[in-house]
């Protein structure tokens, strides 16, 4: 397994990034800004193109599954009064409404299979980039990063405090932000009607916009800093890509349009055509 693994993804990666690298360095002004970094993002975003559709696909059935749960739940809200104190029998109905409507009650979970692609893809380009180190093969800086393949935490801010450079630390940070900008944009309005299961799925969701961002941080701290590079670029691609297909979700909210309020005229309730001239 290790070795169908390395060769489907390790060398893969590794061949590309080495061609690109060529060709980018080959360039003095794109050598000058960092051949390997702007490698790492043309890797990245050929990475993205192919599994767009993959992703095109999570987000669509995680959105069709959410508007398929609240089409029902009025419907689940007056089984749940009917079977109150039974449990099987709700569950029970319950599925046979699922059932009558084509309704999968899992299906929001077949829209996450394509993100575990990303960890095999993560894994590679970590020893990819390790091996690159060792080899010494590639000029690494990338703007004001001294060395891509470097950990940022081997730079301490201070001497004992885990926290790295400020150097080091930006790519980390843009890394947990974009992270923090595309879990809040797959999170839907809440829902008054929501049933155990979309309710569950929503607190797991807002749970996941705080945990998720700080773990990616995290690693982006404790693994070579072009592996923060590419979690940051793919996030981005992915942003953009979410935004063409449910737009900017729960990251900007539509504002609440009120209802137009019609008062009555404040001159003479009766009507014109019964108002008589004034006689002289």
Same mark, same amino acid.
């Given at each position: 397994m290790?070795d169908?693994w390395w060769?489907i993804?390790?060398q893969?990666i590794?061949?590309? +990034?080495?061609?690109? *690298?060529?060709a980018? $360095?080959?360039?003095?002004?794109? &050598?000058a800004?960092?051949? /390997?970094g702007?490698a790492?993002v ?5 990475i993205r ?11 669509r059935?995680?959105?069709r599954?959410?508007q398929?749960?609240r ?7 007056? +089984?749940?009064?009917? *079977?109150?104190g039974? $449990?099987q029998k709700?569950?029970? &109905?319950?599925?046979?409404? /699922?059932k009558?409507?084509?309704?999968n ?11 575990l692609l990303?960890?095999?893809?993560l ?6 980039f390790?091996?690159?180190a060792?080899a010494?093969?590639f000029s690494d800086?990338?703007l004001?990063?001294p060395?891509?393949?470097?950990l ?5 801010m ?6 790295p450079?400020l150097t080091?630390l930006?790519i980390p940070l843009?890394?947990a932000a974009?992270t923090f ?5 797959m999170?839907?309005?809440p829902n008054p009607?929501a049933?155990d ?6 607190q797991?969701?807002?749970q996941?916009?705080?945990i998720?961002?700080l773990v990616i941080?995290y690693?982006a701290?404790?693994t070579p800093?072009?592996l ?6 793919s996030n981005?691609?992915?942003?953009i ?8 979700g729960?990251?900007r ?9 019609t008062s ?8 014109a055509?019964?108002?008589r001239?004034?006689?002289?």
């Amino acid at each position: 397994m290790h070795d169908v693994w390395w060769a489907i993804f390790g060398q893969t990666i590794s061949w590309g +990034l080495t061609h690109v *690298y060529d060709a980018v $360095s080959s360039v003095p002004a794109l &050598a000058a800004v960092g051949a /390997y970094g702007l490698a790492i993002v043309i890797v990245t975003l050929m990475i993205r193109l192919i599994l767009s559709p993959l992703y095109q696909f999570q987000l669509r059935i995680s959105r069709r599954s959410m508007q398929e749960q609240r089409k029902v739940a009025p419907q689940v809200a007056e +089984l749940k009064k009917k *079977y109150k104190g039974d $449990s099987q029998k709700q569950q029970q &109905a319950m599925m046979e409404l /699922y059932k009558e409507h084509g309704i999968n009650p899992l299906g929001g979970l077949m829209g996450c299979l394509p993100a575990l692609l990303q960890f095999p893809v993560l894994t590679a380009l970590y020893w990819v980039f390790l091996g690159n180190a060792h080899a010494n093969r590639f000029s690494d800086h990338f703007l004001f990063v001294p060395h891509l393949n470097d950990l940022p935490s081997h730079h301490p801010m201070l001497h004992g405090l885990p926290i790295p450079d400020l150097t080091y630390l930006i790519i980390p940070l843009l890394a947990a932000a974009t992270t923090f900008v595309q879990s809040r944009m797959m999170q839907q309005p809440p829902n008054p009607l929501a049933t155990d299961q979309e309710q569950q799925t929503q607190q797991m969701t807002r749970q996941m916009q705080v945990i998720m961002p700080l773990v990616i941080g995290y690693f982006a701290i404790l693994t070579p800093a072009g592996l923060g590079l590419y979690w940051f670029v793919s996030n981005c691609f992915a942003i953009i890509q979410q935004y063409l297909v449910t737009g900017w979700g729960g990251f900007r909210p539509a504002p609440v349009v009120a209802a137009a309020i019609t008062s009555k005229p404040a001159s003479n309730p009766i009507p014109a055509k019964k108002r008589r001239k004034p006689t002289r």
